[in-house]
């Protein structure tokens, strides 16, 4: 069985770059969306307790069996740790062996960013070059160069609360290519731009962006409102926008459409990328991806991850199951085991 | 983070004992019952296909969270492989880091006779020295160590349909110091014994003890009927008998009380271990533990071997969670590390 590492994941995107894995993931979620009735799809179970929540994100085909652990523990960062940390299983079908278990924490952003693009691909405006960038925590990075690789986007317009955060990412991001203007106000970020992605990280009902905000035309990727109480968009704008959303039963309770109605019209975003349903209809709609991350990705994350590390230098072998000779005979596997270790030779 | 390998878990029953870990597990199983209340208990999750079943076992108190991966694949063993294989996952409700990974296919027979020697020495006949095991599969062996370490059992009649997992149960427990007597039906081996443990791998509803082999007084450890639509006992045993169960919402499904209509009584058995509920009542009363495994046992089996294997010879340290210097810089993390790596001198 299989290890795949924080170290293997880095050595994955030093052989193929980042780009093209973002590429080759968003490919890869894309495949599994058009096949989304193939999917046994369940809501994710969640353990809360007063210092965050931890959660299972199972999922299957008919082939793999895919489940993300994921944590939330906002308190985290001031102890120097992860809010959010992840690992993942996939599974075979056929004999319920676990084939991996994997580092989720990094592929999460990585399998996120895919995700954004990917819906922005479908639903923003053809010829698209500005984005904006509203909160540029651990995932802000992703998020540029995702939707470079994707889209083509070539300018950058962005702001975050805290002058630190900004500062890394113009730090992490001065390689890139991109032309990018950090702003003052969130206001003056989405000025003009094609494309406004929110990935802030503040627990609450917060007012990344109000309605008066928003021209016609732009695709918003709202990232960051992803679990109950967490939104980032005026209500107004989902009023005026047209809304896509990954699983609609999980969005309704962790999306910015928790904000709404329970009436309130959405589309699943697998019925535009399998043409079910019409995505953009004119130049000037406001499109909406109300994003809050579904196991569908995560099992296209894991089942990229598995294909691309068969390679020994990109996993560990561990030992996880049992082979007893005889399926029945546990015991005398032990028992065999128990015998004494042989002394090492002096 | 810590791994424990099948190895580390042989390594540490080799330290300890089998019928050490035994007792302890079922002392750490004890203490986790005695408080309930603490837990956030919630069914298992299952994802079925044609070949199987996959499930996981979450179950929560306020320090620690404990999850089970296992399988339940009839067809695995005509093809070499167990027909039940797990591992488990045990990690900090404080920040939602996991602790550890560790094995839990041997760990699981070991929580399994650990839990069903614990429910006899609260149900079954003070003094009781003989018990029948009809099923000698994976299970047995352990069910036979375990009765031997927490009651004193001392005399064993045991009879499988196979007469070569009949050989097989005999050559492993040669040495054990049990008399054990092997019968040519399941009605002989129960002939006068004090207790009657169940524990045959059948997937369907099997009638393994019928109600005229059941004399007064016995304690019966039901362990085999574990899932829909798989059962060992005839339903007049359950009308005579004192039923005692896990978690009676697990229970009434997968249980032998599947047979029974929704209101049959029956009594959680922590309620006997705190004190709570009268267990046996009488000498000639019929006990019956209707045993299922439930997701507490997984919690004390995890949380006993993160205890248990702290030094470094018990586990493996593995590099699943990301460290970054500042936790929003995820990327800059992952950039610094894709700097070339420095070529060996030759």
Same mark, same amino acid.
């Given at each position: 069985?299989?290890?795949?590492?924080?170290?293997?994941?880095? =050595?994955?995107?030093?052989?193929?770059?980042?780009?093209?894995?973002?590429?080759?993931?968003?490919?890869?979620?894309?495949?599994?969306?058009?096949?989304?009735?193939?999917?046994?799809?369940?809501?994710?179970?969640?353990?809360?307790?007063?210092? *965050?929540?931890?959660?299972? #994100?199972?999922?299957?085909?008919?082939?793999?069996?895919?489940?993300?652990?994921?944590?939330?523990?906002?308190?985290?960062?001031?102890?120097?740790?992860?809010?959010?940390?992840?690992?993942?299983?996939?599974?075979?079908?056929?004999?319920?062996?676990?084939?991996?278990?994997?580092?989720?924490?990094? #592929?999460?952003?990585?399998?996120?960013?895919?995700?954004? =693009?990917?819906?922005?691909?479908?639903?923003?405006? %053809?010829?698209?070059?500005?984005?904006?960038?509203?909160?540029?925590?651990?995932?802000?990075?992703?998020?540029?160069?995702?939707?470079?690789?994707?889209?083509?986007?070539?300018?950058?317009?962005?702001?975050?609360?805290?002058?630190?955060?900004?500062?890394?990412?113009?730090?992490?991001?001065?390689?890139?290519?991109?032309?990018?203007?950090?702003?003052?106000?969130?206001?003056?970020?989405?000025? *003009?731009?094609?494309?406004?992605?929110?990935?802030?990280?503040?627990?609450?009902?917060?007012?990344?962006?109000?309605?008066?905000?928003?021209?016609?035309?732009?695709?918003?990727?709202?990232?960051?409102?992803?679990?109950?109480?967490?939104?980032?968009?005026?209500?107004?704008?989902?009023?005026?926008?047209?809304?896509?959303?990954?699983?609609?039963?999980?969005?309704?309770? @962790? *999306?910015?459409?928790?904000?709404?109605? =329970?009436?309130?019209?959405?589309? @699943? !975003?697998?019925?535009?990328?399998?043409? @079910?349903? %019409? *995505?953009?209809?004119?130049?000037?709609?406001?499109?909406?991806?109300?994003?809050?991350?579904?196991?569908?990705?995560?099992?296209? =994350?894991?089942?990229?991850?598995?294909?691309?590390?068969?390679?020994?230098? !990109?996993?560990?072998?561990?030992?996880?199951?049992?082979?007893?000779?005889?399926?029945?005979?546990?015991?005398? #596997?032990?028992?065999?085991?128990?015998?004494?270790?042989?002394?090492?030779?002096?």
């Amino acid at each position: 069985m299989r290890l795949v590492e924080v170290e293997h994941v880095i =050595a994955l995107v030093r052989q193929r770059g980042l780009a093209r894995i973002l590429v080759e993931l968003a490919d890869r979620i894309e495949e599994d969306y058009l096949r989304w009735g193939e999917f046994d799809k369940s809501p994710r179970y969640a353990a809360h307790s007063p210092h *965050g929540v931890i959660e299972l #994100m199972p999922i299957a085909d008919c082939e793999r069996f895919g489940c993300k652990y994921v944590n939330g523990h906002p308190a985290n960062q001031a102890k120097g740790l992860q809010t959010v940390i992840g690992f993942g299983v996939l599974a075979d079908v056929g004999t319920g062996y676990p084939l991996m278990i994997a580092e989720m924490t990094l #592929m999460t952003a990585l399998r996120t960013a895919a995700m954004s =693009a990917l819906a922005a691909r479908h639903l923003a405006r %053809p010829g698209a070059r500005t984005m904006a960038i509203i909160g540029l925590g651990a995932q802000s990075e992703f998020q540029a160069v995702a939707f470079e690789a994707l889209l083509g986007i070539s300018e950058l317009r962005v702001f975050d609360v805290d002058p630190a955060a900004t500062a890394k990412f113009l730090v992490n991001m001065r390689d890139s290519g991109l032309h990018i203007v950090a702003t003052d106000t969130a206001g003056e970020a989405v000025e *003009g731009v094609d494309i406004v992605t929110t990935v802030t990280a503040d627990k609450r009902s917060a007012t990344v962006l109000s309605d008066n905000m928003i021209g016609s035309g732009i695709h918003i990727n709202a990232v960051g409102g992803d679990c109950p109480g967490k939104t980032e968009l005026q209500a107004a704008i989902l009023d005026r926008a047209r809304v896509f959303v990954e699983f609609e039963p999980q969005t309704r309770i @962790e *999306g910015e459409i928790q904000q709404m109605s =329970a009436d309130f019209p959405v589309t @699943e !975003l697998w019925q535009v990328i399998a043409g @079910e349903a %019409p *995505g953009r209809q004119h130049a000037d709609d406001i499109t909406l991806f109300d994003s809050v991350g579904f196991a569908i990705e995560d099992f296209s =994350a894991l089942s990229y991850l598995f294909d691309a590390t068969t390679d020994a230098a !990109l996993h560990r072998e561990i030992d996880l199951l049992v082979r007893p000779a005889d399926p029945r005979d546990l015991y005398g #596997m032990l028992q065999r085991q128990l015998e004494p270790e042989p002394a090492i030779a002096a």
